[in-house]
């Protein structure tokens, strides 16, 4: 059997199981345990599994988009870290627009130690979590609960999205390379992130080391759209030649 079609076939088997163990794997693909695990790696890479001890686990529903609830447990310090890194451009006064990713959560949650500040967002992670106090106002953009991805995307969003204003723009991505820059797996996704980006005046991307040399199929923003790039560690040369002043690390 070719690799990739033993490939296609684990990842068919994962999408009903969700999870499943080298062994399990190897005996329902008549395949060694050690072209198991060099599978499992090369998926890895791709961003279709994640590695587990002795095993597997699928990153989503689709092979491709993971559920926000399980973004939330991935990288936890590394997002911590960019948040950190990120709290230098919010200031008193101010107005943000986020995008559903648990980093922009991160950041967002930081807001309520400043004055006067206006945040909107699709991400129900962070309406859940961030109520509007004296000092803080929380807006959602509305539209359709993409479910179990706990965002907020559709026509509607994207009209309500055009009524609002913003500073700042900060969004994550799924991939981000030198060729494509910032990529998505899903349209609806990128369609609220241009609305965002549409209207605001600066745009930061919340990038963890895990995104970068990865592309897929939604061009959302070039690397020229990008006012700054925030990341928890140095990334190659190529990327620091590429984004020079813009990168963060």
């Not at 609830?69 to 943000?96: G, R």
């Not at 803080?136 to 009524?163: H, K, M, W």
């Not at 605001?200 to 070039?222: G, M, V």
């Amino acid at each position: 059997m070719l690799s990739n079609e033993r490939r296609k076939q684990l990842l068919n088997y994962l999408e009903h199981k969700k999870t499943a163990t080298v062994q399990e794997l190897a005996e329902k693909l008549f395949a060694s345990p050690s072209t198991v695990r060099r599978d499992l790696s090369e998926l890895e890479k791709q961003g279709f599994i994640k590695r587990v001890h002795g095993g597997a686990v699928l990153t989503s529903e689709n092979a491709l988009d993971p559920p926000w609830y399980l973004h939330k447990v991935q990288q936890i310090e590394e997002k911590k870290l960019i948040a950190e890194k990120a709290v230098p451009f919010l200031s008193n006064f101010k107005t943000y627009f986020f995008d559903s990713s648990t980093t922009a959560l991160m950041l967002a949650m930081k807001l309520q130690d400043f004055l006067d500040v206006k945040i909107a967002t699709n991400g129900l992670g962070i309406l859940s979590s961030i109520p509007s106090s004296k000092n803080l106002s929380v807006y959602s953009c509305g539209g359709y609960l993409r479910s179990p991805y706990d965002e907020f995307t559709g026509n509607l969003a994207l009209q309500n999205i055009s009524r609002m204003n913003a500073d700042i723009f900060f969004f994550s991505c799924a991939g981000f390379s030198v060729r494509n820059g910032a990529t998505e797996i899903n349209d609806d996704n990128v369609a609220v992130k241009r609305a965002f980006f549409q209207n605001s005046k600066c745009h930061i991307l919340l990038c963890d080391y895990t995104k970068f040399d990865k592309e897929f199929f939604f061009n959302s923003f070039a690397v020229n759209e990008i006012d700054y790039v925030i990341t928890d560690r140095r990334p190659s040369d190529l990327y620091v030649d590429l984004l020079r002043d813009k990168l963060i690390y």
